[in-house]
């Protein structure tokens, strides 16, 4: 079956749930969050992931949990930080399987060029308190992530979903798996890494399914 492909922005794609009574309330406990307490990522950076990859270029989808919660850390995008901090021990063992996968040897923590060629670094809660680990877990933007994630499902095919970890794997159940791509493992920290993430070659397997449907590769 050949699904018909939208060509959308944003800003279409978002207008209902932004327009929505949820996401003024949403925003107004975040904006008190902010002057309230210290929050990650800086403010400007909570839509970075989707300010880096246009609706119409999604390619994959990497779902995380929240951003990191230590100082200058989080920078809006899954896995990344910035490079004035050392990588955590999850990105570090996303980079150990990519050399080992891939042979590819990473000289940056931020992820900005993955995001830049359709890989939308999601987490599912955009905000966190800082020191405070899933602080922000209540406040409500699961249902702003999980809209786009729904979204993508519905309007897009042949994407590829990365769900590490039994967090992420939870949103399959809002994935057509019948005109995208679902890759699972469990998550890149050290609990777990050892357990099936590391060999699992997601980076190829990424790109061989994108060579496959006609599309270019990811450069990671």
């Known amino acids: 079956m050949k699904y018909k492909m939208n060509f959308m922005t944003w ?4 207008a209902p749930i ?3 009574n949820y996401f003024d309330t949403l925003w107004k406990k975040v904006k008190l969050e902010y002057q309230t307490h210290q929050c990650f990522p800086p403010k400007k950076q909570i839509f970075r992931a989707i300010e880096l ?3 119409d270029d999604i390619k994959v989808v990497i779902i995380g949990q929240d951003p990191y919660h230590g100082d200058f850390q989080a920078n809006g995008l899954c896995f990344s930080v910035s490079d004035q901090v050392p990588a955590p021990p999850s990105l570090r063992n996303i980079f150990a399987e990519l050399k080992d996968d891939l042979g590819v040897v990473k000289h940056s923590n931020e992820l900005e060029c993955w995001a830049e060629q359709g890989v939308l670094l999601l987490n599912a809660t955009l905000t966190v308190r800082g020191h405070k680990a899933n602080s922000h877990k209540d406040l409500g933007w699961e249902q702003f992530t999980d ?3 729904k979204k993508i499902s519905e309007e897009k095919e042949n994407i590829v979903f990365v769900l590490w970890g039994s967090f992420a794997q939870k ?3 809002m994935i057509d798996t019948h005109k995208h ?3 699972k493992s469990v998550h890149p920290s050290p ?3 050892h357990r099936g993430f590391f060999g699992s070659k997601p980076f190829s397997k990424i790109n061989n399914y994108l060579v496959s449907k006609g599309q270019t590769p990811i450069e990671w």
């Not at 800003?11 to 978002?14: D, F, I, S």
């Open 171 to 173: 949103k399959k159940a």
């Open 181 to 183: 791509f679902v890759l």
């Open 147 to 149: 809209f786009i994630i």
């Open 18 to 20: 932004k327009n929505s």
């Open 53 to 55: 990859t246009p609706f």
């Open 191 to 193: 609990l777990s890494a």
């Open 11 to 14: 800003k279409e794609v978002l």
